[in-house]
């Protein structure tokens, strides 16, 4: 088996010290560019590859980044785009920074502990925490041990920690404003867990803009689940059988109750008006097409990166808010 070339091989190729091979190799700028120019083609030519453990101990640095999700992996690996496109989009970012991505996904109590001690114990620099839910202790932990976190979307819990979100809120009144001005009058909406503050804010929103045009609410609770969805669909149905609109706080909910106003013989938008949230691609393919507020899940993800890459570079982190916007389909 051929040897593993050394930093001291690269170093006698080069003709230089151990000590400028070893600065090289880990980024310094205080090499001149001739002798960098030098050690990168003695180490091209060797095929010499860091030892990345060894590196760690001088640097302090993994350059790994953990994706923590806090669902099962029923839930990650579901129908449901939100989990993929930003996993999929924060890795790339991630990867273009040159950090590894370690996905990690919290699917129960049992799994806490386990996590918890990988974030906490020098495997990674900085972690992403994505679809939080209320009673989440990852967060307080990561506070404790002073680990650079940023949270996909507002934290439940009362820790101050850099987040990235959309305007939940501000989407959600637009939402039931579209609805009034489409003449509609008995809008009910299908709210999301009441354990993560996207259900809470949402539901913030639709209660808002009822409450100023002297309209009661009429609220049934899903998971953000296309089932959860039509399960509320017919509890709403069944609470008040005239309505004549459905607000949904996501569009899995919005699908799932259509497929349950079709099965009732409810026209839509003839008989019920229904919009939902996100924006995924499902929604343009559904029967009929659903007007829904658009959610910027790519811009997000790499906006988490952004404040994650300022948090490891030492730099102020503060939240943002992205917009969303209405996309006006024929469900409306």
Do not use: C, W
């Not at 129960?108 to 386990?114: E, F, K, N």
């Not at 209660?207 to 296309?226: H, N, P, Q, W, Y």
């Not at 706080?249 to 109750?257: H, K, V």
Request: no cysteine; charged share 25%; glycine share 8%.
């Amino acid at each position: 088996m051929t040897k593993r070339p050394t930093l001291e091989a690269v170093a006698a190729r080069a003709g230089v010290s151990r000590a400028t091979v070893s600065r090289v190799v880990n980024g310094e700028t205080t090499v001149t560019p001739g002798i960098r120019d030098a050690v990168l083609r003695a180490v091209n030519e060797l095929g010499y590859v860091p030892n990345l453990a060894a590196r760690s101990l001088v640097t302090q640095r993994t350059d790994s980044v953990a994706l923590v999700v806090s669902e099962p992996p029923t839930r990650v690996f579901s129908d449901d785009p939100m989990f993929s496109t930003v996993i999929r989009s924060a890795s790339a970012e991630l990867e273009a920074a040159d950090k590894q991505v370690v996905l990690m996904l919290v699917g129960d109590r049992t799994s806490h502990g386990r996590v918890e001690r990988y974030l906490t114990g020098g495997h990674v620099d900085g972690v992403m925490l994505i679809s939080m839910h209320g009673a989440d202790p990852i967060p307080a932990a990561l506070a404790r041990m002073r680990v650079p976190v940023v949270s996909y979307g507002r934290p439940a819990v009362n820790i101050a920690l850099p987040y990235v979100d959309n305007d939940n809120v501000g989407g959600a009144e637009a939402a039931v404003r579209h609805l009034l001005e489409r003449g509609r009058r008995r809008i009910a909406t299908i709210a999301g867990p009441p354990d993560m503050i996207a259900g809470q804010d949402r539901l913030t929103g639709y209660r808002t803009v009822l409450r100023d045009s002297d309209r009661r609410s009429i609220v049934a609770v899903g998971d953000f689940t296309r089932e959860s969805g039509a399960t509320a669909m017919r509890q709403l149905l069944r609470d008040d059988p005239g309505l004549d609109a459905v607000f949904a706080a996501n569009d899995l909910m919005a699908i799932g109750a259509l497929r349950t106003l079709r099965e009732a013989g409810r026209r839509v938008p003839d008989d019920v008006a229904v919009v939902g949230f996100d924006d995924i691609e499902a929604a343009s393919y559904a029967e009929p097409p659903l007007t829904t507020m658009r959610h910027p899940f790519p811009e997000q993800a790499a906006a988490m990166v952004t404040l994650l890459l300022a948090l490891l570079k030492g730099q102020p982190a503060v939240p943002i808010i992205l917009p969303t916007e209405l996309v006006v389909r024929e469900s409306t």
